[in-house]
T-cell receptor, first 111, second 115 residues
Framework: GQNIDQPTEMTATEGAIVQINCTYQ??????LFWYQQHAGEAPTFLSY????GLEEKGRFSSFLSRSKGYSYLLLKELQMKDSASYLC????????????FGDGTTLTVKP | DTAVSQTPKYLVTQMGNDKSIKCEQN?????MYWYKQDSKKFLKIMFS???????INETVPNRFSPKSPDKAHLNLHINSLELGDSAVYFC??????????????FGEGSWLTVV
C-alpha cells in the first residue's frame, strides 16, 4: 500500500518563495507527480519526477529523494493566482500503475 | 477541443435513484479512470480501464458499475444512490501506464448531490 503526507495548509506572500513538502511510504515506487487544483476546478499536471534530483519548469520546481521517500514542490515569485490546492501523487510499480494522491496542501497567497 | 469531457456537470437527485455519468476522451489515450473527491477534497481512485479492460477496482460498493464500450469512453452508473455518494466525480485519462505517459488528464468533474 501507499501512505502520503503533506501539510494541510500553507500561507505565503505575493512575490515570495514557498516549498510544499510531500513524504511517502510505498511498497513499490515508480514516479511522483504534482498537480494543481483551483477551487471548483479539476486537477492539472505540474511536474513529474522518477529519478532523484530537481526538475525545473519556469517558476515551479520539483525535487525527489527516493531513499528518503521525500519530494517538494518549490514555487517562486508567487502570484495571487497560485492560490490553490497542490496534490502530490505517487505511482506504484505494479502493471496497473496506480497513482495514489495525497490529501493536498491548500496554499493561500496574500498581497 | 475538450480533451476529457464528462456529463452532466451538475446532478441533484433523490436517495434511491439510479444515475449515470458519461465520459469521453479525444486524446487517443489507452487508460481511463474514475476518481471521487469528497467534501474534504480527498481524491480517491475508484476504477481504471486500459483498452476496455478493468485493471484497477478499489474497494467501491457494487452499486457503482463502470462500463467502457471502447477505449475512448468510460461511463459510471450508480444504483440506489445514498447521501454519502454526494461528491465530485472526475473522469480522467492517461496515455499509458508507464513513465510520464501516466500523467493524468482530468475532466471538469461531475458534482453529484444526493438529497
Amino acid at each position: 500500500g501507499q501512505n502520503i503526507d503533506q501539510p494541510t495548509e500553507m500561507t505565503a506572500t505575493e512575490g515570495a518563495i514557498v516549498q510544499i513538502n510531500c513524504t511517502y511510504q510505498t511498497s513499490g515506487f515508480n514516479g511522483l507527480f504534482w498537480y494543481q487544483q483551483h477551487a471548483g476546478e479539476a486537477p492539472t499536471f505540474l511536474s513529474y519526477n522518477v529519478l532523484d534530483g530537481l526538475e525545473e519548469k519556469g517558476r515551479f520546481s520539483s525535487f525527489l529523494s527516493r531513499s528518503k521517500g521525500y519530494s517538494y514542490l518549490l514555487l517562486k515569485e508567487l502570484q495571487m493566482k497560485d492560490s490553490a490546492s497542490y496534490l502530490c501523487a505517487v505511482r506504484d510499480n505494479t502493471n496497473a500503475g496506480k497513482s495514489t494522491f495525497g490529501d493536498g496542501t491548500t496554499l493561500t497567497v496574500k498581497p | 477541443d475538450t480533451a476529457v469531457s464528462q456529463t452532466p456537470k451538475y446532478l441533484v437527485t433523490q436517495m434511491g435513484n439510479d444515475k449515470s455519468i458519461k465520459c469521453e476522451q479525444n486524446l487517443g489515450h489507452d487508460t481511463m479512470y474514475w476518481y471521487k473527491q469528497d467534501s474534504k477534497k480527498f481524491l480517491k481512485i475508484m476504477f481504471s480501464y486500459n483498452n476496455k479492460e478493468l485493471i484497477i477496482n478499489e474497494t467501491v460498493p457494487n452499486r457503482f458499475s463502470p462500463k467502457s464500450p471502447d477505449k475512448a469512453h468510460l461511463n459510471l452508473h450508480i444504483n440506489s444512490l445514498e447521501l454519502g455518494d454526494s461528491a465530485v466525480y472526475f473522469c480522467a485519462s492517461s496515455q499509458d501506464r508507464r513513465g510520464v505517459g501516466n500523467t493524468i488528464y482530468f475532466g471538469e468533474g461531475s458534482w453529484l448531490t444526493v438529497v
